[in-house]
């Protein structure tokens, strides 16, 4: 399978670094909107400018899109689903059934298929939550994300004006999280399950004030959250921010047998070092397949919810039952 790489940043080169340890995958290339000798691939990739993508079209099989979900992907993955079958990360959670829409629309009218949202959250997280929800129907789902470094949000602040640099973190309020495990089933609003905190590089002269309104006010983003902005220098970035770790918990506590006499907790947990390079595998997987149901036939716009997990596997059916079932 041949794949190519829309966008080389922090995800791009995790893709790029994941394809090398997936034997039926190759990377034809990194396509990006800069000056392609001005990138340089961890791993040798060749790079072209992404006005030269249709040149690839009969070549690539499924195109990885890793762009941010702010302004990039909106645009990009109609466009590119088009002309390749794709996969994107798409994590802006209110506005995932539009851009379903939208990409839904471009590839059934060019025979193409795409499958949006693929990550740990929506993803992975997501398929915990309608595995949770099918088992125990009489419950409640919690989601709790962190502490670490969201690349959706980070991307957001840093293109406020004025901006050079930022990390945001997500920190799950552990009076919420220890509520829910304990099996209350409390009521929690958006605001007090999570903090967030932002960590910003800012531009001499900037308005600082000004960054930090539009910080906290961001709709999707911030502004249903208790929100901390901390102005700090880039040498500070770098000495203390420059890793991107995340994880989280889907909690799902529900009730079986006469009179819900009886408890269950299911609760899922990811510990990640690298944000980037465990979204990239789950692209990767992702890619696989979108590759296989591509070539029965499939076109349009899918998520993970759409996809049977052989699919996504390495290994054959046979092998799958035998080593995992």
């Not at 930022?166 to 929690?188: D, F, M, W």
């Not at 007090?192 to 900037?206: I, P, S, Y």
């Not at 539009?214 to 880039?234: G, L």
Request: aromatic share 8%; net charge neutral; with cysteine.
């Amino acid at each position: 399978m041949k794949i190519g790489i829309y966008g080389y940043g922090n995800l791009g080169k995790g893709v790029e670094y994941c394809a090398q340890q997936n034997p039926d995958i190759e990377v034809t290339g990194v396509f990006t909107r800069r000056n392609p000798e001005s990138v340089k691939t961890a791993l040798g990739a060749k790079v072209y400018s992404a006005e030269d993508v249709l040149k690839y079209k009969d070549v690539i099989d499924v195109m990885i899109i890793c762009g941010g979900s702010a302004t990039d992907l909106p645009k990009i993955t109609p466009m590119l689903a088009k002309d390749f079958s794709v996969v994107d990360s798409f994590d802006t959670h209110p506005k995932i059934p539009e851009h379903f829409n939208n990409v839904d629309k471009s590839a059934r009218e060019n025979n193409t298929l795409a499958l949006i949202s693929a990550g740990w959250d929506p993803g992975m997280f997501s398929l915990n939550r309608i595995y949770a929800e099918s088992i125990l129907p009489y419950g409640k789902t919690y989601t709790f994300w962190g502490k670490g470094v969201s690349q959706g949000h980070s991307d957001a602040v840093r293109r406020i004006e004025g901006v050079l640099d930022a990390r945001q973190y997500t920190i799950p309020k552990e009076s919420a999280l220890n509520s829910v495990r304990s099996g209350e089933n409390p009521e929690l609003k958006t605001r007090d399950k999570h903090l967030r905190e932002c960590f910003v590089v800012a531009r001499d002269g900037a308005d600082l004030q000004s960054i930090e309104a539009q910080i906290k006010n961001m709709p999707d983003y911030f502004a249903n959250y208790d929100t901390v902005v901390h102005f700090i220098s880039a040498e500070e970035m770098a000495k203390n921010h420059s890793e991107l770790p995340h994880g989280g918990f889907v909690i799902r506590s529900g009730k079986t047998g006469e009179n819900n006499s009886h408890s269950h907790t299911i609760e899922y947990r990811l510990t990640l070092d690298s944000n980037p390079e465990f979204t990239a595998g789950v692209l990767i997987a992702a890619a696989r397949a979108v590759y296989r149901k591509k070539n029965r036939g499939e076109t349009g716009c899918i998520t993970l919810f759409d996809v049977a997990p052989a699919d996504l596997a390495l290994d054959t059916a046979e092998n799958l039952r035998k080593k995992l079932l």
